[in-house]
């Protein structure tokens, strides 16, 4: 039996099945004494500190040995717990119901969690299943349960969906793949087992279910499908593939360390995507040639207030600094859509992701945008550095920013504080901007394609909305056209022409951006070894080949049954050293 979904973690897997049922704790409700009151509310206190001790370990591990950006997961979940109005409540309702501390617990939570699922903002939902996963903690700690999945073998996961907790507590090397019946491209569980490099599928459906304990199963998550019942040739096919894929990444992780180079000897620049500062030693490990991207609203995120001035410029110089005369673009904040910050006071918008979001939402709150500008022009002063402005429909757009971005300059002179000069650059992800961006590329210094919102909004599908998924493809003959132009476009004026967005790392789809000149591909750190494996094996004459051909094309499915087919034949070959630079 075979199950189709969404792949969001690349790589094959084969072996037993592990069949996840994540059920809640049993939340037991007792009457207290009066005199035992005080008593439980020190058991409280004790179960919160251990959790904050838990997760302040967890996340430095996760720092350390996995990415910044999983570790951020769990540090917002550390903020939940610091959030002191959801203690006062559960320790009010232990007061005042003289209940015990697990009921209080669950009875606050779950009032917090419908609250947050009523709302539309996406972002809010998965703060619901946030808090649950931090109360599931807690509640572990209150019962005295031991929160570490113990795993006597290597297995394949089926589960409905799996927690933050649940994907990074399991055993190191006992994962052989995800598969979840629900979640999507950005849910928790994909992001950590992209991090952890896991294949994984979601989106499966109740199907997952139909799987027997301990049988072996085949999981793809470059196609999505997870076989429930294989047969013994297809086990052994998929038994090969997975270890010539164990090969292939020990040798991409020792040439991802070398430029990449076409075989015949033109470079693309391949730079990392990071959320915060810390990710800047990631993206060194796997071999980024710099930052392409630095997303920094996550410095907004899972707080009262914004960050200051000083705060942000210490974090701007030290991705600066820690890059080492690399490219570092950065992008301003990227607020509204799926990424709302609620002491912003924005108003719920019925259409968010057409509203007020990205640059259009910061130059309605000037101050805010000052700040930011203020502190990216102070960090230039330290190395290299790239302002890239999102949501820019327009050349009104970036001329408004630039004015304003040269009026900060000048109160920076004026008080005698040290700025560099960063290249200017735009986000090309609005229609309207490709087909405008001829005219953009002579008022600034470099363009970032953000596929994922020129997908979306190219072919009008919501990214967040699971019912028009299978119609969201970056691939689609009128995205690859707009993709064209603005390339073309860059080109012509003397730009710098780099993407960002997540297409950048479909394996199947690089030589087709290779072909249509991109310079620069900007991935996730943990993808950079692949994508560099991918250019090494082209000559840019093929790369071209293909992406004329795809230009050609009529539909998605043709582009990707022609990208499909040229990654078979790249991946076929051996890797060539040389075209590596080992």
């Given at each position: 039996?075979?199950?189709?979904?969404?792949?969001?973690?690349?790589?094959?897997?084969?072996?037993?099945?592990?069949?996840?049922?994540?059920?809640?704790?049993?939340v037991p409700q007792r009457s207290l004494l009066l005199?035992?009151?005080?008593?439980?509310?020190?058991?409280?206190?004790?179960?919160?500190?251990?959790?904050?001790?838990?997760?302040?370990?967890?996340?430095?591990?996760?720092?350390?040995?996995?990415?910044?950006?999983?570790?951020?997961?769990?540090?917002?979940?550390?903020?939940?717990?610091?959030?002191?109005?959801?203690?006062?409540?559960?320790?009010?309702?232990?007061?005042?119901?003289?209940?015990?501390?697990?009921?209080?617990?669950?009875?606050?939570?779950?009032?917090?969690?419908?609250?947050?699922?009523?709302?539309?903002?996406?972002?809010?939902?998965?703060?619901?299943?946030?808090?649950?996963?931090?109360?599931?903690?807690?509640?572990?700690?209150?019962?005295?349960?031991?929160?570490?999945?113990?795993?006597?073998?290597?297995?394949?996961?089926?589960?409905?969906?799996?927690?933050?907790?649940?994907?990074?507590?399991?055993?190191?090397?006992?994962?052989?793949?995800?598969?979840?019946?629900?979640?999507?491209?950005t849910s928790h569980t994909a992001i950590l087992a992209?991090?952890?490099?896991?294949?994984?599928?979601?989106?499966?459906?109740?199907?997952?279910?139909?799987?027997?304990?301990?049988?072996?199963?085949?999981?793809?998550?470059?196609?999505?499908?997870?076989?429930?019942?294989?047969?013994?040739?297809?086990?052994?096919?998929?038994?090969?593939?997975?270890?010539?894929?164990?090969?292939?990444?020990?040798?991409?992780?020792?040439?991802?360390?070398?430029?990449?180079?076409?075989?015949?000897?033109?470079?693309?620049?391949?730079?990392?995507?990071?959320?915060?500062?810390?990710?800047?030693?990631?993206?060194?490990?796997?071999?980024?040639?710099?930052?392409?991207?630095?997303?920094?609203?996550?410095?907004?995120?899972?707080?009262?207030?914004?960050?200051?001035?000083?705060?942000?410029?210490?974090?701007?110089?030290?991705?600066?600094?820690?890059?080492?005369?690399?490219?570092?673009?950065?992008?301003?904040?990227?607020?509204?859509?799926?990424?709302?910050?609620?002491?912003?006071?924005?108003?719920?918008?019925?259409?968010?992701?057409?509203?007020?979001?990205?640059?259009?939402?910061?130059?309605?709150?000037?101050?805010?945008?000052?700040?930011?500008?203020?502190?990216?022009?102070?960090?230039?002063?330290?190395?290299?550095?790239?302002?890239?402005?999102?949501?820019?429909?327009?050349?009104?757009?970036?001329?408004?920013?630039?004015?304003?971005?040269?009026?900060?300059?000048?109160?920076?002179?004026?008080?005698?504080?040290?700025?560099?000069?960063?290249?200017?650059?735009?986000?090309?992800?609005?229609?309207?901007?490709?087909?405008?961006?001829?005219?953009?590329?002579?008022?600034?210094?470099?363009?970032?394609?953000?596929?994922?919102?020129?997908?979306?909004?190219?072919?009008?599908?919501?990214?967040?909305?699971?019912?028009?998924?299978?119609?969201?493809?970056?691939?689609?003959?009128?995205?690859?056209?707009?993709?064209?132009?603005?390339?073309?476009?860059?080109?012509?004026?003397?730009?710098?022409?780099?993407?960002?967005?997540?297409?950048?790392?479909?394996?199947?789809?690089?030589?087709?951006?290779?072909?249509?000149?991109?310079?620069?591909?900007?991935?996730?750190?943990?993808?950079?070894?692949?994508?560099?494996?991918?250019?090494?094996?082209?000559?840019?004459?093929?790369?071209?080949?293909?992406?004329?051909?795809?230009?050609?094309?009529?539909?998605?499915?043709?582009?990707?049954?022609?990208?499909?087919?040229?990654?078979?034949?790249?991946?076929?070959?051996?890797?060539?050293?040389?075209?590596?630079?080992?």
């Amino acid at each position: 039996m075979k199950l189709k979904g969404l792949g969001v973690s690349a790589g094959v897997a084969v072996g037993p099945a592990r069949v996840w049922h994540n059920t809640p704790l049993r939340v037991p409700q007792r009457s207290l004494l009066l005199e035992q009151i005080e008593a439980e509310l020190e058991r409280l206190d004790q179960a919160l500190a251990v959790t904050r001790d838990e997760l302040r370990s967890l996340t430095e591990r996760l720092r350390t040995d996995v990415s910044a950006e999983v570790a951020a997961i769990f540090e917002a979940h550390a903020e939940m717990l610091n959030d002191p109005a959801l203690v006062d409540e559960v320790q009010a309702q232990i007061r005042s119901l003289q209940v015990n501390a697990e009921h209080a617990l669950a009875e606050v939570v779950g009032h917090y969690t419908a609250a947050l699922r009523t709302l539309e903002d996406e972002y809010m939902r998965q703060r619901a299943a946030d808090l649950e996963d931090v109360a599931q903690r807690v509640l572990r700690h209150l019962e005295g349960r031991d929160a570490t999945h113990q795993l006597e073998t290597p297995v394949i996961i089926l589960a409905d969906d799996l927690t933050p907790s649940d994907t990074a507590q399991f055993p190191a090397g006992m994962v052989l793949g995800f598969a979840t019946a629900g979640g999507g491209a950005t849910s928790h569980t994909a992001i950590l087992a992209r991090a952890l490099g896991i294949p994984a599928i979601v989106g499966l459906g109740d199907g997952v279910w139909q799987a027997q304990e301990g049988t072996i199963v085949t999981l793809d998550g470059d196609t999505g499908v997870l076989d429930l019942a294989p047969s013994a040739a297809e086990i052994a096919a998929f038994e090969r593939k997975q270890l010539e894929q164990q090969q292939r990444q020990a040798s991409e992780r020792t040439a991802a360390q070398a430029p990449a180079i076409t075989a015949d000897g033109v470079r693309v620049e391949v730079l990392a995507n990071i959320a915060l500062p810390g990710g800047c030693s990631d993206a060194l490990r796997w071999g980024a040639e710099g930052i392409g991207l630095f997303r920094t609203e996550f410095l907004f995120l899972d707080r009262r207030e914004p960050p200051g001035e000083e705060e942000q410029y210490l974090a701007y110089r030290q991705v600066v600094e820690h890059m080492q005369g690399r490219r570092v673009l950065i992008r301003t904040a990227d607020i509204g859509g799926d990424k709302n910050i609620p002491y912003l006071l924005v108003e719920q918008e019925p259409n968010p992701f057409l509203g007020w979001r990205g640059s259009r939402l910061l130059w309605g709150m000037a101050p805010l945008l000052q700040t930011q500008m203020r502190a990216l022009l102070r960090a230039s002063a330290h190395g290299p550095l790239g302002i890239m402005f999102p949501m820019i429909s327009g050349l009104n757009d970036l001329r408004a920013l630039r004015r304003l971005l040269e009026e900060v300059r000048e109160t920076l002179h004026t008080e005698r504080t040290p700025v560099g000069q960063p290249a200017i650059g735009v986000m090309i992800e609005v229609p309207s901007a490709a087909l405008c961006a001829e005219q953009l590329a002579r008022e600034c210094d470099f363009f970032s394609i953000g596929t994922n919102d020129l997908a979306q909004y190219t072919l009008a599908c919501d990214r967040t909305n699971p019912r028009v998924a299978h119609l969201l493809d970056p691939l689609h003959p009128a995205v690859l056209r707009l993709i064209a132009q603005t390339i073309r476009a860059g080109r012509a004026a003397g730009i710098h022409v780099g993407m960002c967005g997540e297409l950048a790392a479909d394996l199947s789809a690089v030589p087709i951006l290779v072909g249509l000149g991109l310079q620069e591909l900007s991935v996730s750190p943990a993808s950079i070894p692949a994508v560099k494996r991918v250019i090494g094996q082209l000559t840019l004459a093929r790369a071209q080949g293909i992406a004329d051909a795809a230009l050609e094309l009529e539909t998605a499915e043709e582009v990707r049954a022609l990208a499909a087919a040229t990654l078979q034949t790249l991946t076929a070959s051996p890797i060539d050293e040389v075209a590596h630079g080992a």
